[in-house]
C-alpha cells in the first residue's frame, strides 16, 4: 500500500483493494451483533472486533462505544454491553427521542456529520469533534473511544475525512464503517473513495484487519460495467495502541 496510486486503479482493481485486509495482523476477531438473513443465508449489520493483541481489544468494564447508524437493530450495541462496555447509539432518523435504551446503552437523537448543523429534514448532526465534548464526562476515567462503529448510508466519506483533519481518530482504538458505493459513478468517483481508505491508514496509521462485502446489496456498477456488491464492511485497529 505504500507504493498503490489508487488513483489510476481500474475497476476490478478498485473492488480488490475495497476487499483486501492485512490477516495476520490479527489473531482474534469476533463478529458482534447482526441479524441472520437468507438468501443468501448469513449474517447482516455485524461488524469486526479485534480481540488480539490485547493493547487494542476493548478493556471489559472500562471501554466506551458510539455507535452511529441503528436503524432498530440494536444486536451490536446489546452485544457490546454484555461485553462490559457503555455505548452511546445515535441515529437521527429513528422516531424515538433521547433514553436510555438498557443499562448500558444510551440512545442519542443525534448523527454525525461533517459539520454541525440540522438539515432540512429536521435531523442534528454533530461533528466527531462535538459528540466528543458533549460526552466528556463519560470520558473521566477513560479518555478513548474503543469502538467507533458507522452505518450512516454514504455520508460515511464526508465524515471520515472530517475526522481525520480533525484529529478525533488518534481517539479511536478501533473502527469500523459499512462503505457504500454509487451504482452510477465513474472510475474518478470510486478513486477518491480509495483514497479515503488509503488516508484513514497512511495519515490515520489504522491497520485493516478485517473487509467484508455485503451479499445482499449486489448489482452492476455502470461507472465501469462490473457486477459486484455496493457494500462493505471495513475494520481497522490504531497501531499507535500497541
Known amino acids: ?5 489508487v488513483m489510476k486503479l481500474s475497476g476490478p482493481e478498485l473492488i ?44 471489559a468494564n472500562n471501554c466506551i462505544v458510539y455507535s452511529f447508524g441503528i436503524n432498530g437493530d440494536w444486536s ?20 424515538e427521542n433521547d433514553h436510555n435504551h438498557s443499562a448500558g446503552v444510551y440512545f442519542y437523537k443525534l448523527g454525525i456529520g461533517r459539520r454541525d448543523e440540522t438539515t432540512d429534514n429536521g435531523w442534528k448532526l454533530r461533528t466527531l ?8 464526562d463519560k470520558h473521566r476515567v477513560n479518555p478513548y473511544i474503543d469502538y467507533l462503529k458507522m452505518d450512516i448510508e454514504l455520508d460515511e466519506w464526508g465524515v ?24 452510477n459513478e465513474g472510475l474518478s468517483v470510486y478513486r477518491k473513495f480509495a483514497k479515503v481508505l488509503q488516508l484513514i491508514e497512511r495519515k490515520g496509521n489504522m491497520v ?24 462493505y464492511e471495513i475494520a481497522w485497529y490504531n497501531r499507535d495502541f500497541l
Open 160 to 183: 471520515l475525512l472530517d475526522i481525520l483533519n480533525s484529529g478525533m481518530l488518534s481517539k479511536v482504538r478501533q473502527l469500523a464503517v459499512e462503505f457504500h458505493l454509487l451504482e
Open 129 to 136: 469533534s462535538s459528540i466528543y465534548k458533549m460526552l466528556e
Open 76 to 95: 451490536f450495541d446489546e452485544t457490546f454491553e454484555n461485553y462490559g462496555c457503555k455505548v452511546y447509539a445515535f441515529d437521527p432518523s429513528m422516531k
Open 1 to 5: 500500500d505504500v507504493h498503490l496510486d
Open 16 to 59: 480488490e483493494y475495497f476487499l483486501w485486509k492485512n490477516d495476520t495482523s490479527c489473531n482474534l476477531k469476533h463478529d458482534f451483533g447482526g441479524r441472520m438473513f437468507t438468501e443468501p443465508s448469513g449474517l447482516d449489520g455485524q461488524k469486526s472486533v479485534c480481540l488480539h493483541p490485547v493493547d487494542i481489544a476493548p478493556r
Open 208 to 231: 485493516r484487519f478485517d473487509s467484508k462485502y455485503n451479499p445482499w446489496f449486489m448489482g452492476e456498477l455502470k461507472g465501469f460495467l462490473m457486477s459486484c456488491s455496493f457494500g
